[in-house]
């Protein structure tokens, strides 16, 4: 493992805490669901670090893609809401 | 105030709990025994190049038709949560006001949507050589139906088609299976057909049939599960 | 480099479970179980993974002879294939079972919800 990839892994685990933060924090849904989206992508990048290519893939799909999408339908739906 | 103190203890216990399994975590420094007979006899035996696709759709498909199976009870259970009152049936207003669509999403989903089929398609027929397989492949085959509804949410889609291709091809993951009982060594083995070349397209036996099943029927549940939550119903 | 992906894996288990125990939107709650279903993907792929080798992908790099020496176990990779499927499930259950209680009541706050309440 060279020392880019050790670093680069680095500042990608503290972004991941760090957009995982904010997304349970956040006191707006849309934030919240794109903080999650977030989190998800820099797992994928995460996974493909890890030598789990088949992983990365599933998790940038479905994980960040889908499940994003899942998420803001029912934010459309329940409009008023979301603030309770 | 009590809740706060009782929720911060059990986290404050697990977090001591993970903690202690950091400070003793030792990484394997060789394969463990079910890992390297996989890595010894995978292409030997089975002729995938991909031994995550191996283990997914041969060495633990009883594992994947359970999942895929799953994934159906989800798609079903969710029709009938989101249409207890309708009966099922789609039932959205019909012009319901929207903002026009951009020129540059209609003219981007045109010419992108028969690329994304595309690379789904290859994903999945790819899966025993590269990176990728069935659940990608379903998934970025979902997107393209995802990418339609955003840009004309008041489209129909067919589906009568998504529901005929998810049980045509579950159907065929359960005959294969059966098939292999009686040609090869047993439920869902994959040599019914020639092994071939390792790194050939058609190599592997089953594994890429099987795979190519795997992704319409996955590609078929997303959709579904999309287009009936993002369809606006009528308010009674 | 394992330790700290693993330490990341855990901070974001432990997070989604305050997330989920704190909020009382249950769209809030629906995210932070899929931010603690992350961390648990992430911790799994950390621990199977192995410092020096490459994916368990046969290829021109890594012939069938030396594989056992080269690649990484992938029994874990694939049980995390497995779980990020059955999370999107899962996720979308969710999403629907809140639209319902949200029809029948009008809101998305928990506490509202005292039916079962003793």
Redesign the interface.
């Known amino acids: 493992?060279s020392g880019l990839?050790?670093f680069m892994?680095?500042v990608i685990?503290v972004a991941?805490?760090g957009a995982?933060?904010v997304?349970?924090?956040s006191t707006s849904?849309p934030m919240?669901?794109l903080a999650?989206g977030l989190?998800?992508l820099l797992?994928s990048l995460?996974?493909l670090i890890?030598?789990?290519?088949?992983?990365?893939?599933?998790?940038a799909?479905?994980?960040c893609?889908?499940?994003t999408?899942?998420?803001f339908?029912?934010?459309?739906?329940?409009r008023g809401?979301?603030h309770? | 105030m009590t809740k706060r103190i009782f929720v911060f203890g059990m986290l404050i216990g697990l977090g001591a709990i993970f903690i202690d399994l950091l400070l003793s975590y030792t990484p394997d420094s060789a394969l463990n025994q079910t890992a390297r007979y996989y890595a010894e006899r995978t292409a030997t035996d089975l002729g995938a190049a991909n031994i995550v696709a191996a283990v997914i759709v041969t060495y633990r498909g009883l594992d994947t038709l359970g999942e895929v199976t799953v994934l159906f009870l989800t798609a079903a259970i969710l029709v009938m949560v989101l249409y207890r009152d309708h009966g099922i049936g789609i039932n959205k207003i019909p012009n319901r006001f929207l903002p026009p669509t951009g020129e540059m999403l209609g003219t981007g989903s045109r010419l992108l949507v028969p690329l994304i089929l595309l690379m789904g398609v290859y994903l999945f027929a790819n899966g025993h050589l590269t990176p990728g397989g069935g659940f990608q492949g379903g998934a970025i085959i979902a997107s393209a139906v995802l990418l339609l509804l955003l840009t004309n949410p008041n489209q129909t889609f067919n589906l009568q088609l998504f529901s005929l291709t998810e049980s045509i091809s579950g159907i065929g993951f359960v005959v294969i299976g059966v098939l292999g009982m009686f040609f090869a060594g047993g439920f869902l083995d994959n040599r019914i057909f020639p092994i071939g070349q390792l790194g050939e397209l058609f190599s592997a036996g089953a594994i890429p049939v099987i795979y190519t099943l795997i992704g319409l029927k996955v590609g078929a549940e997303f959709s579904s599960i999309l287009v009936h939550l993002s369809e606006e119903k009528e308010e009674s | 480099m394992v330790l700290v992906v693993l330490a990341a894996g855990f901070m974001l288990i432990l997070l989604g479970l305050y997330g989920a125990l704190i909020h009382r939107n249950i769209l809030h709650m629906i995210v932070s179980f899929s931010v603690a279903d992350t961390g648990v993907n992430l911790v799994l792929i950390a621990v199977g993974y192995m410092p020096g080798r490459t994916a368990p992908i046969l290829d021109s790099n890594v012939s069938v002879a030396d594989a056992v020496e080269r690649i990484i176990d992938p029994v874990p990779q694939a049980l995390v294939l497995t779980a990020i499927v059955i999370g999107v499930g899962v996720t979308a259950l969710m999403l629907a079972y809140a639209y319902r209680l949200y029809q029948t009541k009008g809101t998305l706050d928990i506490s509202k919800f005292t039916e079962l309440k003793w």
Request: aromatic content about 12%; proline content about 2%; charged content about 10%.
């Open positions: 493992m990839l050790s892994s680095f685990c991941l805490v995982a933060w997304a349970i924090r849904l919240a669901i999650a989190v998800s797992a995460m996974f890890l030598a789990a290519p088949d992983v990365a893939m599933t998790e799909a479905i994980g893609g889908l499940t999408f899942l998420f339908f029912v934010l459309g739906r329940v809401g979301e309770d």
